[in-house]
């Protein structure tokens, strides 16, 4: 549990596939998230594990039934309760575009024009009516917002027809790089939000300054600035939180977005590096836990999928699998209400660094005086060896 809560935060943090993760499937575990976060639901697992191990090792099958009576307890009371109530908001049209763009591929110009229009085109037949268009990460690449008229065109007629996008595009302000979500609307861009967790050695090098080798090793990283505001993205009467790519497995962040006032959380991805492979569903996890953990309804838009409406209980309300091209629809509303774990996710972490500091110390303490005796070692010195003080033995 320490050491999830450590790869989290060392080194810029890594926390992918935590151990709650496998039990994502189990009624009730990711309700029981929004009062515990994933560390808690993690701890969960694990403990259930190494007792359930430990009993059947010992063939003590009375107490394996008690270790599993706690999840079988606990789970179906958090999936009844934890999911709380929030106020009544009238919902609000969403369409998530998922054009299926492959990475491989999209450096060509030609077959990068196509895809574009490809993604055009989806997004035209989904403004059926006024909603708010979501498009994945790196969807209009090489293009930035608003100054490519090829993209800053088909987005002024979406948005004409009542369908504002959120759009990622990088952002070039005072001589830095920022890699942004922008809400293109009818009067251009209304408001922004800036990653704030960039990834390491992809989109910046740390240390370059001081250690200028990195930045040949590691020449094809990008340059981005990572912002420090965790801005929001006002539409329609909600306030919509952002997460870019991997800034989703990081609850931290997610639970800043909430506490700020998000009502709605958003989170754009391209995982076609990874192909038809787990590590889109692990991606998809980490976003259900989020949702979970805040109560809030999570739109997920991936390039080459898997897109996603996730309901505030962390359940998949619809989604779009990986090679597939097409449009998600959704009535979305929004939540006020604060979770247990978005008000403070730093309970169970501190707790964790808590318990294994503790166990850390005690365990360097020295044995206190009259413990019980040290263990009699036998002399091996043959009888006509033995001292004269033995001779009484």
């Not at 993760?21 to 808690?40: E, R, S």
């Not at 038809?276 to 976003?287: N, S």
């Not at 110390?361 to 001292?387: F, I, T, Y």
Request: charged share 20%; proline share 10%.
């Amino acid at each position: 549990m320490t050491l999830e809560v450590v790869r989290e935060h060392l080194l810029s943090g890594f926390p992918w596939n935590p151990p709650a993760h496998a039990w994502i499937g189990l009624p009730g575990a990711l309700p029981l998230a929004a009062w515990v976060g994933v560390h808690g639901v993690s701890w969960l697992v694990v403990a259930t594990g190494l007792g359930l191990g430990r009993a059947l090792l010992t063939r003590r099958l009375a107490a394996a039934a008690w270790v599993l009576l706690v999840p079988l307890t606990l789970l179906p009371v958090a999936g009844r309760w934890a999911t709380g109530e929030g106020e009544p908001v009238t919902p609000v049209p969403v369409r998530i575009v998922q054009p299926n763009i492959p990475n491989l591929v999209s450096w060509d110009p030609v077959t990068n024009a196509n895809d574009r229009e490809r993604l055009f085109a989806l997004s035209r037949a989904a403004c059926d009516r006024p909603a708010l268009l979501v498009w994945p990460e790196s969807a209009a690449w090489p293009l930035e917002y608003p100054h490519d008229g090829l993209l800053a065109a088909p987005l002024a007629e979406l948005a004409a027809r009542g369908c504002p996008v959120l759009v990622n595009s990088p952002v070039t302000e005072g001589g830095r790089v920022f890699n942004s979500v922008l809400l293109a609307a009818g009067d251009g861009v209304t408001a922004r939000y800036d990653k704030r967790h960039l990834v390491p050695f992809g989109e910046y090098v740390p240390l370059r300054n001081r250690l200028p080798f990195l930045g040949k090793i590691a020449r094809y990283a990008g340059d981005f600035t990572a912002a420090t505001v965790p801005g929001l993205i006002p539409w329609r009467g909600e306030r919509l939180g952002v997460a870019i790519c991997f800034e989703v497995i990081f609850p931290g962040a997610v639970a800043e977005l909430v506490r700020g006032g998000a009502t709605l959380l958003v989170t754009v991805t391209n995982d076609a590096w990874y192909g038809d492979t787990a590590a889109p569903w692990q991606h998809l996890r980490a976003a259900q836990f989020r949702a979970a953990e805040s109560r809030r309804p999570l739109l997920r838009a991936a390039i080459t999928g898997i897109s996603a409406v996730i309901a505030p209980d962390g359940a998949l309300a619809a989604r779009l699998g990986v090679g597939e091209a097409g449009t998600l629809r959704a009535e979305i509303a929004g939540r006020t209400d604060l979770s247990p774990q978005s008000r403070a996710p730093w309970r169970i972490p501190a707790l964790a660094l808590l318990v294994a500091a503790a166990g850390i110390v005690a365990g360097r303490r020295p044995r206190r005086a009259g413990g019980p005796p040290a263990p009699v070692v036998a002399s091996s010195r043959p009888d006509d060896e033995r001292k004269p003080e033995d001779a009484g033995d």
